[in-house]
């Protein structure tokens, strides 16, 4: 039971995940709204995308190595025919394509990212990182794990209690084979092992996880166990315990209050500032829970604590189907 519950949180964790970040371009587009930017040309890297033909353009963000931006009032079609535009550019490695979105490299590393709500196409271009050749520290908590078969990376967190690094020049057959010597490492205990995501701890209670993020690049982090504590918790074996349930409520609560914005934003067309304030609230509030599930994510659970889990997690599913279909 222990294995599905955890299990069905990580699912939702993407899903969520990937619900922030779709709020998070709507919000770009309604901060824009008054600050128009017609001139593609003067986009930072906007030569590595088509040039859009219809819509009014509004930028989020235009750096040196990331672009967000929308293309308002226009139809489905359009959205097909920039897609394939995109695709004519070679956008092409590693797509991922469903109705309203797509994904894709292209073969200098530029990662693009398509979707569709309301009659605006929101568009993403991430610049690849700047990977150059490292030695593996053969002290400290990277020293816990195997050496990558590619020295191509760059450091992102180097701690005494965590270390984060992407890796490239590494093909998703050398994923699996970096995962395995993990395994075999001892980094099995607790773990999940998905297609492009590993994650796992070890007998002493140190932690990776492990992500194939595309184009020949995957991303590692250990991180160090929690210090022991000097008292034992007494787990009651049929009740809730009120932290338990006040964070489950708390998560829910929440979430009720996400797709109430959702479902107002989508009744407004996208054109009531107004919900920008509410989402201020919004993003408090998400700061609060990610904390309280912090303090539930590594204890175990009762049986009746597991089947409220899995209760609210479907009743949560349920309602986001409402604005996510």
């Known amino acids: 039971m222990k294995d599905k519950v955890l299990e069905t949180f990580k699912k939702h964790k993407i899903l969520f995940i990937v619900l922030i970040v779709i709020l998070l371009i709507i919000i770009f587009s309604l901060f824009t709204d008054n600050n128009s930017n017609d001139k593609w040309e003067d986009l930072k890297i906007s030569e590595h995308l088509p040039t859009p033909e219809k819509g009014k353009l509004d930028t989020g963000s235009d750096l040196d190595d990331y672009l967000s931006l929308t293309i308002k009032g226009i139809k489905k079609d359009y959205y097909n025919e920039y897609k394939e535009d995109c695709i004519k550019m070679g956008y092409v490695i590693e797509k991922k394509d469903s109705n309203n979105r797509y994904e894709a490299f292209n073969d200098e590393g530029y990662e693009l990212s398509l979707s569709f709500v309301n009659n605006n196409l929101s568009i993403i271009l991430q610049a690849p990182e700047n990977l150059s050749e490292i030695s593996w520290p053969t002290s400290g908590i990277a020293s816990l794990l195997p050496t990558p078969k590619s020295n191509l990376g760059k450091i992102i967190i180097d701690s005494s209690n965590s270390f984060k690094i992407e890796i490239g020049n590494t093909s998703k057959e050398e994923f699996n084979n970096y995962v395995k010597d993990c395994q075999n490492k001892g980094f099995n205990i607790d773990y999940s092992n998905k297609e492009d995501y590993y994650y796992a701890k070890n007998n002493e209670g140190y932690t990776i996880n492990i992500n194939y993020i595309g184009n020949n690049r995957i991303e590692i982090m250990i991180e160090q166990k929690e ?98 279909n």
């Not at 787990?235 to 006040?246: G, Q, V, Y």
């Not at 500032?273 to 509030?285: D, F, G, P, R, W």
């Not at 904390?291 to 049986?303: G, M, P, Q, R, Y």
Request: hydrophobic residues 30%.
């Open 227 to 324: 210090p022991e504590s000097n008292t034992t918790e007494t787990i009651p074996s049929n009740e809730l315990r009120k932290e338990f349930k006040d964070a489950m409520d708390s998560y829910e609560n929440f979430m009720d209050e996400y797709v109430a914005f959702m479902k107002k934003y989508q009744a407004s067309n996208g054109t009531d500032i107004s919900l920008i304030s509410e989402y201020s609230e919004i993003l408090n509030k998400y700061n609060q829970f990610v904390k309280d599930f912090e303090n539930w994510k590594n204890k175990d659970l009762n049986e009746k604590e597991e089947a409220y889990y899995l209760e609210v997690l479907t009743r949560v599913n349920k309602k986001l189907l409402e604005v996510t």
